[in-house]
């Protein structure tokens, strides 16, 4: 059957209609999805959140320390070795030497100069290295003359804080370590570095927290 003319005009209007009727959000099509990049990645955040509870644990030796500092009528109290200041002294020099050294290394992973990266990575581990050395030996000498972890509360604290950081130290140099094999194997790029750069936060906390112990615990 054949549809009047007003029928087919009221086709052709609808028809119009619908061509012309708005998409999603009054565009012709929905607008694509973009995903929210995060602030920081997992490893970044891990690392945050250990350097945070490492914050509380030496804050918690410090206060310990100054209590029985400021309780101490004598400090160092008699007959007791006194801390080898200047050797000490030199030897912050070369731990804050190695925080210069990460620091470019994380500059060379971010400019993919991998030879670059090995090279400065070997600098901070041998410098860490020679740190953790001199403090043993030193440690060595203090036990020999007189001063252990029980001889004294002064002796005591100071092989708590002390040494607390020395093997914070040395669970760096491991870190270290296992970063240094992975850029000699080349896993690290110009995108992709984020190893190197966790490696990096925890060196700075462990550099950045030892002239407060030393100006603490052999100057005060």
Do not use: C
């Amino acid at each position: 059957m054949l549809k009047s003319s007003a029928a087919r005009k009221f086709d052709e209007t609808t028809s119009a209609t619908e061509i012309r009727r708005p998409g999603f959000g009054g565009g012709d099509r929905p607008p694509p999805v973009q995903p929210n990049a995060p602030v920081l990645n997992n490893a970044h955040l891990a690392v945050l959140m250990l350097l945070g509870a490492e914050v509380m644990f030496f804050a918690g030796l410090i206060g310990a320390f100054l209590v029985f500092r400021l309780s101490a009528s004598v400090w160092p109290p008699p007959f007791q070795p006194r801390l080898p200041t200047g050797v000490t002294g030199v030897n912050t020099a070369i731990l804050l030497a190695s925080a210069v050294t990460m620091h470019l290394s994380v500059r060379n992973a971010r400019a993919g100069a991998i030879a670059a990266l090995v090279r400065q990575l070997t600098m901070t581990a041998l410098l860490g290295a020679v740190f953790l050395v001199v403090q043993g030996y030193e440690w060595v000498r203090l036990i020999h003359f007189g001063l252990t972890a029980s001889s004294s509360v002064y002796g005591g604290m100071f092989y708590a804080l002390i040494g607390a950081h020395g093997a914070h130290v040395f669970g760096g140099l491991i870190w270290l370590f296992v970063v240094w094999i992975q850029a000699r194997r080349r896993r690290f790029s110009k995108s992709g570095y984020a190893g190197v750069q966790t490696a990096a936060m925890y060196w700075t906390f462990v550099v950045a927290l030892w002239p407060v112990l030393y100006g603490l615990v052999y100057l005060y």
